[in-house]
């Protein structure tokens, strides 16, 4: 990790809706919004998810200037369709970004797609010659997704960029780890499988409730979670050398205050206000992109400077986690 930096990035963010004007409309329940404190989410009218990625593409090759070396290769990494049937978007994410000739690849590990993709994107910088752009892009407006009642958390709109450099950037890689624990894939189908013609909201609590049922039953499968949540963080700091202590921010999934609360305290010992739940609770969960859009909020918003170290949590249904330590090397 001595040669891998990140030199940019970007975002794309609609207008909010508030959680008050959901409510008024009818889209959230009054309990769960208390029990959420979830203030807003992004909600996008126009663009697709495809079309928010390169816009926030563009703004991270942008920030990184010029010297980042060549891009080698784009991953585009999404949780829900994408504007088109039969379609891959990577490729048309790279065409409004890097260019005709840079390969392409889209990445589906629900919300650990951006994270893994970091993963990925480290094995094709070898050298201060090459680079990798990363993307992410998501819209829950399809008539399978009920936006205020997500799978623990509120559904929201947007895209986010990150470019990987082995040239130099604000921030240098000191360690990146994912873990995988394959045995749970099958909460993301509750346990069974389906028609894809069946366009009825998707029940993610009844789902997993028939996955408990007939697979993993729910205590096997959360100590399950917390072993791998624990082993994942546990080797990232090892091999970054720091301690939890040290961070000066972690960005992880955006969820809802109390399971943020609980992350934070059971996982790292570390408080609420050393997160970004701050400003994630305005934008809601935007599928794989909260940790390149929270890097994003706390660079350009000033909360960042040389020598402070940032945690980047992920984690998706499959069941994969990474996490990456960041050092910021340059004030911005």
């Known amino acids: 990790m001595n040669d891998l930096y990140v030199a940019g990035v970007g975002v794309y963010l609609p207008p909010r809706q508030t959680a008050a004007e959901a409510i008024e409309a009818g889209a959230y329940d009054p309990e769960a919004a208390r029990a959420d404190e979830v203030e807003s989410a992004c909600v996008e009218t126009e663009l697709y998810p495809a079309e928010m990625a390169a816009a926030a593409g563009r703004d991270a090759l942008a920030m990184a200037g010029e010297g980042y070396g060549e891009v080698r290769a784009l991953f585009h990494s999404y ?3 994408q504007g088109a049937r039969y379609w891959q978007a990577a490729p048309y994410v790279a065409q409004h970004t890097v260019g005709a000739s840079v390969p392409s690849f889209d990445i589906v590990q629900e919300c650990n797609g951006a994270m893994g993709s970091l993963d990925l994107a480290a094995r094709f910088v070898n050298g201060p010659e090459d680079a990798v752009l990363v993307t992410t892009g998501d819209r829950f407006d399809n008539p399978w997704i009920s936006r205020w009642y997500g799978d623990q ?3 929201a709109d947007g895209g986010s960029a990150l470019l990987l450099s082995g040239a130099g950037g604000f921030a240098k890689v000191r360690s990146l780890v994912t873990l995988a624990e394959n045995s749970l894939e099958g909460e993301a189908r509750g346990g069974g499988f389906s028609s894809g013609a069946d366009l009825s909201p998707v029940d993610f609590e009844e789902m997993r409730k028939r996955f408990h049922d007939t697979e993993v039953p729910m205590l096997e499968h959360y100590g399950k979670m917390e072993a791998l949540l624990h082993a994942c963080i546990g080797k990232v700091l090892a091999e970054a050398g720091v301690t939890a202590e040290e961070l000066t921010y972690v960005i992880p999934v955006v969820t809802t205050k109390w399971r943020t609360e609980i992350q934070l305290d059971r996982f790292l010992g570390l ?15 935007i599928g794989t992109a909260d940790q390149f859009i929270g890097l994003h909020h706390l660079l350009t918003t000033g909360q960042l400077k040389r020598g402070d170290l940032v945690m980047l949590l992920g984690g998706g249904t499959g069941y994969t986690l990474t996490c990456a330590v960041l050092e910021i090397v340059e004030d911005l």
């Open 79 to 81: 949780v829900d369709y």
């Open 153 to 155: 958390s509120v559904l």
């Open 271 to 285: 408080p609420l206000d050393r997160s970004t739940w701050e400003f994630g609770r305005t934008t809601g969960h």
